[in-house]
């Protein structure tokens, strides 16, 4: 496709289950990032993947938390024992590399009840 | 640490009005700077963005001037449309550093009434 690619658009899952939300970037795009967006809050970075790496994860919040991109470029973020905390839209972006613009998706809005 | 505070919103202003939505900043370095769009419903979209000092981002009618003396970079648009109703986020990456963490404003909804 053209744009990111995110899915599912949304989730509802029940408090202690686990969620995997998965990412399709930008054909050819080698950086890859997760931020969260919690209600009338800014995007807030999580990972950032150049290739197959997690180059930072410092923002992932607590263990709970883990992505992968396997093959350098569809990602997936899997999220374990899913708090009623952890709902909010889950945002993938993708870059050509190092200095160059980042795309967004539409994002995975999450909610735990 | 790096941060982006921009101003409160909701920002509500009658159909050709003046507008203006500040952004401060602190980081080390040179910073890129960015304003993203959110339209009601859709992704986040790059607006405009600025490199280096002096530099001015435009797009749509909309400017902003990277001014590293006051560290702001303020979205600026001579005539606002109903159309440019949404959430603005004012954010910037590092200039030093080996990878591209992108930090976000808590965004500014704008409304435009007819």
């Known amino acids: 496709g053209a744009g990111v690619s995110q899915t599912p658009s949304n989730k509802v899952t029940e408090k202690g289950k686990y969620v995997e939300l998965r990412c399709d970037p930008i054909s050819g795009h080698t950086a890859l990032y997760w931020y969260r967006q919690s209600l009338g809050q800014g995007p807030e970075f999580l990972i950032y993947?150049?290739?197959?790496?997690?180059?930072?994860d410092s923002g992932l919040p607590n263990d709970r938390f883990f992505a992968v991109r396997p093959e350098g470029s569809v990602s997936t973020l899997k999220i374990q024992r899913t708090e009623r905390g952890d709902s909010a839209v889950y945002l993938c972006?993708?870059?050509?590399?190092?200095?160059?613009?980042?795309?967004f998706g539409e994002g995975s809005w999450l909610t735990v009840v | 640490g790096d941060s982006v505070t921009q101003m409160e919103g909701p920002v509500t202003l009658s159909e050709e009005a003046f507008l203006t939505i500040n952004c401060t900043y602190t980081?080390?370095?040179?910073?890129?700077l960015f304003w993203y769009v959110q339209y009601p419903g859709e992704g986040l979209q790059l607006l405009l963005k600025?490199?280096?000092?002096?530099d001015k981002g435009s797009n749509k009618g909309f400017e902003a001037t990277y001014r590293k003396e006051t560290t702001s970079f303020h979205l600026e648009k001579g005539s606002v449309q109903v159309s440019d109703s949404a959430v603005y986020f004012c954010a910037h990456r590092p200039g030093t550093g080996g990878y591209q963490k992108v930090t976000f404003g808590t965004g500014t909804k704008l409304q435009v009434i007819p």
């Open positions: 980081a080390t370095g040179y910073p890129s």
């Open positions: 972006a993708s870059s050509p590399g190092y200095g160059n613009t980042i795309y």
């Open positions: 993947f150049q290739g197959t790496g997690a180059a930072d």
């Open positions: 600025a490199t280096k000092a002096d």
